[in-house]
């Protein structure tokens, strides 16, 4: 199948590199040259622009940082065109981005109103699972589009699950992030407290992961470094899923509880203490770095 991949960042460039190793014809396109040049490397032909990579793919995928690039891409900016009156043909459209549901349905209606399928299909796993082709994918849309998507997500993930209606992928994948820097600032909170009373990080961790404290920021992605072998908190919390990327998202969830007036007082906590520790100056560092805020003065 010819598919056009857009981004190529933490996420996206092992994303693309399980659909070439999957057997598809892969056209990527990045603002940055190196990221071409590795996909390149591996199989798939590079383009010089999002709409050179779209010219006749059945199936084009993006995987960006925000809404404002999503609907940047698609609808476009400064008075150009975007991506969705560029394209030929009716190509299914997936967005593998994690953005408000609102630009989800405003994009996805765009694309109605052109004949062609938009889904958003918002990732969950890591850039681990993203290497490892394991990712859980949340798609928003319709079935018919969903049926049709199944087959491509499939070589880059391993559970796939219709949420319901356009921007019901989001609303999942905003829940399920909200959760997860609660757990991952919860965790932290809780290594940091035993380590300061004399406890080793790597005994400690192993008692929670086996009692009922255990979750999957302990058990998979353990905050401390040197305790989980292949962790970002043991490469110095380089790569991964940045810190801003998840202030982004809690802040998602903050203007969807707004939205439908729901109380989130644990969400709004992880997102001032996530945001607290970007302006410290580790937004670029991956998110389970929330772990210094609490080790602070050691």
Known sequence: MN???IGLGNMGAPMASNLVKAGHSVTVF???ESAMQALESEGASRADSAEEAAHGAEVIISMLPAGVHVKGLYLGRNGEPGLLDAVEGKPLVIDASTISPDDARAVAAA???RGITWLDAPVSGGVGGAKAGTL???VGGPQAGFDKARPVLEAMGKNIFHAGDHGAG?????CNNMLLGILMSGTAEALALGVKNGMDPSVLSEIMKQSSGGNWALNVYNPWPGVM???AASRDYQGGFLTDLMAKDLGLAWELALGSKSSVPMGSQARNLFALHSAQGSGALDFSSIQNLYRAGE
Do not use: P, W, Y
């Not at 989001?170 to 905003?174: G, H, L, M, N, Y």
């Open 3 to 5: 598919i056009a991949f």
């Open 30 to 32: 990045d603002l940055m």
């Open 111 to 113: 694309a109605a109103e």
């Open 136 to 138: 859980t994918f949340i």
């Open 170 to 174: 989001q609303v999942a994948k905003i």
């Open 229 to 231: 072998e292949g962790s």
